[in-house]
């Protein structure tokens, strides 16, 4: 594609804007959270980072995140990939599962 072009629409139309996405996201978390009893220091040990940034995370989920979410909305095979790493087929408590099925629903 060469400078002034226009690129190629290869996605599907998004069902959801970027706030919106963010809301819902930010909804899961807030009734996981305090549901499970998760402590910042449980949530980075389980993602791998840092007691600030599962913190942050507790108080809004990063646009980045949302917008990975939005890719899966544009693009079904990415979607799918996310579904498999994320292994949501097996080893996940069944109501997580409902309401995250349900975000998705609302979302995608």
Known sequence: MSFGQK??????????????VKAGLNSAIQRTIPKHRITAKEIAASIDASEGTADNLRREVPDAMARLIMLG????????????????????????QREFAQLLRRVL
């Not at 290869?10 to 959801?16: E, G």
């Open 73 to 96: 909305q544009a693009f079904p095979d990415f979607r799918a990939e996310v579904a498999r790493l994320m292994g949501m087929e097996r080893d996940l408590d069944p109501e997580f």
């Open 7 to 20: 690129p190629r629409n290869l996605a599907v139309p998004r069902t959801a804007t970027l706030h919106e």
